[in-house]
Nanobody, 120 residues
Framework: QVHLVESGGGLVQSGGSLRLSCAASGFTFSTHAMNWYRQAPGKERELVAAITSAGDSTNYVDSVKGRFTISRDNAKNTVYLQMNSLKPEDTAVYYC?????????????WGQGTQVTVSL
């Protein structure tokens, strides 16, 4: 059974930093790309950052490029999101995500989310 457990959220002032962690279990972590999404109140969930299974390639939404860094430790089955220069518009619930693909069947798995609040 897939489990994704996020941690590291909290309240921070504008310009501050937070590091989110997502501990994964129930699947072969080292063979799956991992993603971080976020959802702000009244808005759709959006993909923030993605990392390949080996960690050799990453992608970011334009609004966080140069400020956020996604990384992973396959020995610890953990993916991270380092967030620097935080802005009030980064306020959202942040979710860890993995897509498992069995060919015909594909399924997204989500963590419970961690709240990030950036004050002025």
């Amino acid at each position: 059974q897939v489990h994704l457990v996020e941690s590291g959220g909290g309240l921070v002032q504008s310009g501050g930093s937070l590091r989110l962690s997502c501990a994964a279990s129930g699947f072969t972590f080292s063979t799956h790309a991992m993603n971080w999404y976020r959802q702000a109140p009244g808005k759709e969930r959006e993909l923030v950052a993605a990392i390949t299974s080996a960690g050799d390639s990453t992608n970011y939404v334009d609004s966080v490029k140069g400020r956020f860094t996604i990384s992973r430790d396959n020995a610890k089955n953990t993916v991270y999101l380092q967030m620097n220069s935080l802005k009030p518009e980064d306020t959202a619930v942040y979710y860890c995500n993995v897509l498992r693909d069995w060919g015909i069947v594909r399924r997204n798995y989500w963590g419970q989310g961690t709240q990030v609040t950036v004050s002025l």
